[in-house]
């Protein structure tokens, strides 16, 4: 573990020397059943990356068999069910063990074999995170959906990977509600003809449909034992799928490999979040995400800490649900979403005051920039001015962190990512594709593999090069614009294709937002570029406001002199729409299209609405703009 900003500095230039020798010594701490031939072989513009060449390993063997040994009765999981007075379950590396080996042999009985892709629409309960390891352990591919996605989502997925088998639930839990997965999971089958069996577990006892694919899950584990053999994997076969969205409509589905990615998730979990042996490390994400993959499932359990689990939302049964169950579990290190500090934000600060939050060590964020506020009211009203923020950058496509402070380690600046990790070598580029140096503002691009990068997309490279190797031969290309300060801190400004141009000039609509966000009435916005007559494109600005009820003009006014004073005249939003939500992911990002599409009146192309966290917004908006 790298324990000072003089050894983080060392470890940096030693990747960066020599990146062959540096990640095959963090690699040689690992389990391998025969070791890799080569490092590292890559070529950015057929594109192909390689790591750890001819190795031989199975993943499982890394976060489960190696820790018995040393640590067999310490929990692995603590999952924390959505009802507070439900039944908390622990479960050490020993019994995670047993039961990720009898459900992969539950699998292997049902016909599952390695390279089949096995699609898994599970809620957050721990035999979720067994199945991703069960599938893991045979060599199968797992493709985990977001349990909140629609039948239509789902088999679009299920299709596109050709899955031959399904694992889902009758129900889930969230909140006061119970979704029927298994319903879902039925009319998604309708229409997908590759899957032949489906398990299912038992979770909320509610009434299902039987058909002739169908099996309980708990039947089918009373039939095996729970000896079972990891498969050997190469280094480089696939993993997992995991889909994200593109700016078309169709999902690109992602593909991980064995080796890299567990190096690399391993590495960045141990460095970023500083774990030590008896801590309790929170993750508040679903592993329907990339967040719950790397840094729920894999990356904790590879270095053999406690992983919580949460089956639950933040808002249930009261808006002080986080903290009750960081007090419960004495939770030392936190994982979450800047939408969720903005939703928590907004209630009185006597939610979290009354909780007993001293068991808190570390706080992190992931998965959009964090505004000031929001990061401000982080450190003070949960950290206490105690906790070091990590503010991490990466996406499905990484893999794992790439851009982030080490907690306590490394020096943070709020609403920035700070520096790469060692291994990353980000570079800033301009509009025709030259690295800026020093400070500035640009696209953020890298320019050498480290180890959990995405191979591919499944069933279509081409995609995959054109997505992010085209725009810039020579280098990865993630989207997103970044600034540098004078000391190399990157803050990430948001994605770069959402740049509007208007009457010529180029503007980027996070900084519009963020200046929005300086109004003390605003909670949250998002800024659209729509088509107009004289200036080529108008923006749009979408605005939540804390009270529904205040003088719109009066805001309104103040919006528009706020942007002018801190960006120019010329950012001035055409339109400022008052609205209650923001149509919103699954994962908490705004869905830019849809409110580009509505901003320009295109309401017959919004696309599948149904996947939206809140879909009624897009109607409350229509009505607004007519
Ligand atoms: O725009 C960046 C934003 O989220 C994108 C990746 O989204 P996804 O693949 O869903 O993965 C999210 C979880 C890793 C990025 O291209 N993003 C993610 N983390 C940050 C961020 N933007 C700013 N700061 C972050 N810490």
């Known amino acids: 573990m790298i324990k000072s900003l003089s050894e983080f500095k060392q470890a940096k230039v030693q990747a960066e020397e020599n990146p062959g020798g540096f990640w095959s010594e963090v690699a040689r701490e690992f389990h391998w059943k025969s070791p890799w031939k080569q490092t590292l072989d890559y070529d950015f513009s057929i594109p192909e990356v390689k790591w750890f060449i001819g190795g031989k390993l199975n993943i499982t063997e890394n976060c489960l068999d190696r820790h018995l040994a040393t640590q067999p009765n310490k929990t692995a999981i603590l999952f924390e069910p959505n009802d507070p007075t439900g039944e908390v379950q622990r479960l050490t590396y020993k019994e995670l063990h047993t039961r990720v080996c009898q459900t992969a042999n539950m699998l292997r009985a049902n016909g599952a074999k390695k390279g089949d892709r096995i699609c898994i629409y599970m809620p957050m309960v721990p035999e979720l995170a067994i199945a991703v390891l069960a599938c893991a352990r045979i060599g199968a591919i797992h493709s985990v959906v977001f349990a909140g996605f629609s039948a239509t989502a789902l088999a679009a997925r299920i299709n596109d990977a050709s899955c031959s088998m399904l694992l889902t639930a009758d129900g889930g839990f969230r909140g006061a509600k119970t979704i029927a997965l298994k319903e879902i999971a039925d009319e998604a089958l309708n229409s997908c003809s590759t899957v032949n069996c489906c398990l299912v577990l038992q979770r909320t006892q509610q009434e299902v449909q039987w058909n002739f694919i169908d099996k309980w899950w708990h039947e089918e584990l009373e039939k095996v034992d729970d000896n079972c053999s990891a498969e050997v994997m190469d280094s480089e076969d696939p993993l997992f799928i995991l889909y994200t969205s593109g700016s078309t409509g169709k999902p690109k589905g992602m593909v991980h490999t064995c080796g890299g990615y567990m190096v690399y998730t391993a590495y960045t979990f141990k460095n970023v979040f500083q774990c030590q042996p008896n801590d309790v490390y929170w993750c508040t994400a679903d592993i329907g995400w990339i967040t719950g993959h790397s840094y729920i499932v894999y990356g904790p359990l590879a270095n053999g800490s406690t992983t919580v689990m949460f089956e639950g939302v933040p808002s249930y049964p009261a808006l002080d649900r986080f903290w009750e169950v960081c007090a419960k579990h004495k939770i030392t290190h936190f994982y979450t979403a800047p939408t969720a500090i903005r939703a928590l934000e907004k209630h009185p600060t006597s939610l979290v005051e009354k909780h007993d939050l001293s068991s808190l060590k570390v706080l992190g964020s992931v998965g959009e920039p964090i505004n000031a506020e929001a990061w401000h009211w982080y450190d003070e009203h949960v950290g206490k001015h105690n906790c070091p923020i990590v503010d991490t950058w990466w996406q499905t496509e990484t893999g794992g962190i790439l851009i982030s402070s080490l907690a306590g380690v490394t020096p943070q600046k709020p609403t920035f990512a700070t520096l790469p990790l060692p291994g990353v070598q980000t570079v800033l580029l301009n509009n025709e594709g030259d690295e800026i140096e020093g400070e500035g ?178 109607e409350e908006i229509k009505r607004q703009n007519s």
């Open 441 to 618: 503002e640009g696209i953020l691009a890298i320019k050498h593999p480290w180890p959990s990068i995405a191979r591919t997309i499944w069933g279509d490279h081409e995609r995959y090069k054109n997505v992010y190797f085209s725009a810039y031969p020579g280098y990865y290309f993630p989207g997103d614009g970044a600034l540098r300060d004078a000391d190399g801190n990157y803050r990430i400004t948001g994605r770069v294709d959402d740049v509007v141009i208007v009457s010529g000039h180029n503007l980027g609509t996070a900084p519009i937002e963020n200046a929005i966000n300086e109004h003390p009435e605003v909670v949250e916005s998002a800024v659209v570029g729509f088509p107009h007559d004289i200036k080529g494109n108008a923006l749009c600005a979408y605005v939540i406001v804390r009270d529904m009820g205040v003088d719109s003009i009066s805001i309104e006014k103040e919006i528009r002199e706020e942007v002018a004073k801190t960006i120019g005249p010329i950012a001035k939003p055409d339109r400022i729409l008052i609205v209650s939500g923001l149509p919103k992911t699954r994962s908490g990002k705004i869905m830019r299209r849809i409110l580009r599409k509505l901003a320009a009146g295109e309401y017959d192309q919004l696309g599948d609405i149904s996947t939206l966290l809140n879909p009624e917004v897009v």
